[in-house]
């Protein structure tokens, strides 16, 4: 169990009426292959904060068939972008669900910097703020070498990489015997791609959050848990900083 879970509000109402202890509002942004899900997972459990992945939500709310996901839907059944105020209503009922009033990561959203305009006004209606925006850096060739080295079983799906966490023999999967192959996806020419449209998306949105202080940088060069132990560090601070 984690020892430095934030007070839940009801508790803070309970305990001490008069102490204000801040909620945890996260954004991820980071490419493809900085490591993410995995620093994700890890908040989650630190913080026990629901995470919220843009496309989870929207596949998510499109099975439950709310309302809005049946609005999304209508978009996706049509081969058409949901748009950005649909989606941004789609994120608000997500953090206005009792499980988000201490707090939520965010990944994959905002994307645009029009959606973070949304997103703040559609907080500070509700008296809430960001707490950090969290920026998992990682080189564009890393990036590529990390991804295109995927080789993948086309049995089961077993995962392996060239260098990381090769096969005991070359194409061959240690568990089922059967063929390793490269997804179109993990193709270097796709990856760099992919790239190109992270970067060009994420540009404004780094600037963005840069210029209202929110943004905080890691090094995903560096292991897992060292970005993990990084991150909470860096979350510590701004919490001292706001009992100040
Ligand atoms: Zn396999």
Redesign the pocket.
């Known amino acids: 169990m984690s020892g430095s879970r934030f007070l839940r509000r009801s508790e803070i109402r309970e305990n001490a009426p008069f102490s204000i202890v801040s909620e945890l509002n996260l954004i991820l942004l980071g490419p493809p292959g900085a490591g993410k899900g995995t620093q994700a997972e890890r908040l989650v459990s630190d913080f026990d904060l629901p995470y919220y992945a843009t496309g989870d939500i929207l596949r998510q709310a499109v099975a439950e068939e709310t309302e809005l996901g049946k609005e999304a839907k209508a978009y996706m059944d049509k081969g058409e972008l949901v748009p950005d105020d649909l989606i941004c209503r789609v994120i608000m009922e997500r953090i206005d669900s009792p499980g988000a009033e201490d707090g939520f990561l965010l990944d994959g959203f905002p994307r645009t910097v029009r959606q973070a305009d949304t997103l703040e006004e559609a907080l500070s209606g509700r008296d809430r703020k960001l707490t950090a925006v969290l920026l998992i850096e990682v080189d564009d060739d890393e990036v590529v070498k990390r991804i295109s080295g995927r080789r993948v ?1 086309v ?4 995962v392996y990489h060239v260098d990381y966490d090769p096969p005991k023999h070359e194409d061959v ?4 015997g ?1 063929r390793l192959v490269q997804r179109d996806d993990d193709k270097p020419e796709t990856v760099k791609k992919r790239l190109e449209v992270y970067h060009e998306q994420t540009k404004p949105l780094i600037d963005y959050y840069e210029t209202r202080g929110l943004l905080r940088r890691f090094d995903g060069g560096r292991s897992p848990s060292e970005v993990h132990d990084h991150i909470r560090a860096t979350l510590a601070t701004l919490r001292l900083e706001e009992e100040l």
Not at 155 to 158: E, P
Not at 173 to 176: A, H, I, L, R, T
């Open positions: 079983c049995k089961n799906g077993h999967c240690d568990q089922d059967s």
